[in-house]
């Protein structure tokens, strides 16, 4: 298995640009989370699904949509990219929505710079 | 938006040594879990405490959750070079994934 997988890996954009960042689980985890990472910050949910067809806005939603078509993708869109869009971007999911009885599987991360 | 506030920031030890990490917030949770993300990595989950006053062991790593579930604390025995990496709290009051907080973050650096 391979987990959670992110492409790409890292990315420069210029402001007003798009993009997608990509994720796939191949553990057939219902539930599917996008966070970022800011230096000294923690993460921040940014979006979150609970299934194939429903998502559900996080923490801090502005400027990000998501879609759910499968259960194994959850690709984030980044419209008219700004610098404070400048982080590290995780993907991760869990077999359900219990934090408890649950591990959260992270993916390995998008580096992502806005100039 | 509750706050977990982990101290210290940035740890740099000499291996053998001991540490401490903790984990506090003015508001209670009904569980809590440390993770360990190493550079370019994702967190990886350490443990899940869920009890006031719990106490888990995992070799070396000792956690302990607070008895009035508002803080908690990691404590590591004979630091080795691998335990180097980034700490990470996080909580939950409702226990959803999406209600979870997390920490601030601790940086650990153990030298040979």
């Known amino acids: 298995n391979a987990g959670v997988t992110q492409t790409p890996k890292f990315r420069i954009l210029k402001i007003g640009q798009s993009m997608t960042l990509q994720c796939t689980q191949d553990?057939?985890?219902?539930?599917m989370y996008w966070y970022r990472q800011d230096p000294g910050m923690g993460l921040k949910l940014i979006y979150y699904s609970v299934g194939a067809g429903i998502t559900d806005k996080g923490e801090v939603p502005n400027g990000y949509n998501v879609s759910r078509s499968t259960t194994e993708d959850f690709p984030l869109r980044l419209e008219l990219a700004a610098p404070s869009q400048t982080s590290v971007y995780f993907c991760?999911?869990?077999?359900?929505?219990?934090?408890?009885?649950?591990?959260?599987?992270f993916g390995p991360g998008t580096r992502l710079t806005v100039l | 938006t509750q706050l977990l506030e982990q101290s210290p920031q940035f740890l740099s030890i000499q291996e053998g040594e001991n540490l401490t990490v903790y984990c506090n917030s003015s508001s209670v949770f009904s569980s809590l879990q440390w993770y360990r993300q190493e550079p370019g990595e994702g967190p990886v989950l350490l443990v899940t405490v869920v009890t006031g006053g719990e106490v888990k062991k995992l070799k070396r790593l000792t956690f302990q959750f607070g008895d009035a579930r508002k803080d908690s604390s990691l404590h590591i025995t004979a630091a080795q070079p691998g335990d180097t990496g980034l700490y990470l709290c996080?909580?939950?009051?409702?226990?959803?994934?999406?209600?979870?907080?997390f920490g601030t973050g601790t940086k650990l650096q153990v030298i040979p």
């Open positions: 991760a999911s869990t077999a359900s929505g219990s934090f408890t009885y649950n591990e959260q599987f």
């Open positions: 996080a909580g939950a009051r409702s226990g959803g994934y999406q209600k979870v907080t």
């Open positions: 553990m057939n985890h219902n539930y």
